[in-house]
């Protein structure tokens, strides 16, 4: 299992290498999970195929945030920062490190994995906000502190994933998220560490985001990337943003939309290529293979 093979930094450090022995890609992503902080926090975490990661207990009403245990993320997962050690001794690529957004892992706390419109998470954030800002703010100073230890440990960057937040408006989310944002940046700042901000599904949050902070803006495919720039602002980084259903439509079509991202962004330092969120299992190797290629030679022209 994920969680087991987690505990075995050799292991976990050799899945993280293995996309690059088939892409030429310009850095790693961790072999990790969102929910693995959960552990530390008195959750037990299943990860269940097809479903994702599922926790012993949910969170149903403002008593139960009573029940989570603060803990040290360098003693609780320690195994994560063998495992970057060990990367970063052998690799000549950085290693990214990530951590999630507060919305997102009291999302998967309260509404549970594959929940389609976060009706329980939003319910429950409206009915108690003062549960609500305390559970937020655990998890805020949790993770920034996860954080600081990836990239004391050796991660190049932070990327700050908030794969729910989309659910909400720009109200709620201004209310509701961002001040716990800005706990994390401004103390991943403070410490020194590059970060990226990710958010998917609703790009009229990204002013707020920006506002929160991250050197670099993750976005996805739902706004042209320099449109998305010019909202977010010249002075820092943007990622994305191909939109990763066009790699299952064949090399001829993502190679297209891959020309597109980058003829948007003109050669403007600070970009980036990333797809707008995770690839999809049923995606062919070769495609991905054939964007990676097309877009180290078009951009070195």
Not at 119 to 134: I, L, N, S
Request: charged share 20%; proline share 7%.
């Amino acid at each position: 299992g994920m969680f087991e093979i987690l505990r075995d930094p050799p292991a976990a450090a050799e899945i993280t290498t293995l996309p690059l022995e088939y892409f030429p890609v310009d850095a790693c992503v961790l072999y990790n999970d969102l929910s693995t902080p959960f552990f530390g926090a008195g959750f037990n975490v299943e990860m269940r195929p097809g479903v994702g990661p599922v926790v012993d207990w949910r969170i149903r009403e403002a008593a139960d945030v009573d029940r989570l245990r603060p803990y040290d993320p360098r003693v609780e997962m320690s195994f994560i920062m063998e495992q970057i050690r060990l990367l970063t001794a052998r690799l000549d690529v950085p290693v990214l490190g990530f951590i999630g957004a507060p919305f997102t892992l009291c999302s998967y706390l309260i509404s549970g994995p594959g929940s389609r419109n976060q009706e329980e998470t939003k319910t429950f954030m409206w009915r108690e906000p003062e549960a609500w800002h305390r559970l937020a703010s655990f998890w805020a100073e949790h993770m920034a502190e996860f954080g600081i230890a990836q990239f004391e440990a050796g991660a190049g960057v932070i990327q700050v994933f908030d794969s729910w937040a989309g659910h909400l408006g720009v109200e709620d989310y201004e209310r509701y998220v961002l001040p716990h944002m800005v706990t994390i940046f401004d103390r991943l700042r403070a410490a020194g560490v590059p970060t990226i901000n990710f958010l998917t599904g609703n790009p009229a949050l990204l002013p707020l985001m920006a506002r929160a902070g991250g050197d670099v803006i993750g976005v996805d495919w739902r706004i042209p990337i320099d449109e998305a720039w010019a909202i977010v602002g010249e002075d820092r980084g943007v990622q994305g943003n191909l939109d990763p259903v066009v790699l299952l439509a064949g090399r001829k079509a993502a190679i297209a939309k891959a020309r597109e991202i980058l003829d948007r962004v003109g050669g403007r330092p600070g970009h980036i290529f990333n797809c707008g969120h995770g690839l999809l299992p049923a995606t062919d190797p070769d495609v991905v293979r054939a964007v990676v290629d097309f877009v180290h030679e078009y951009t070195s022209r």
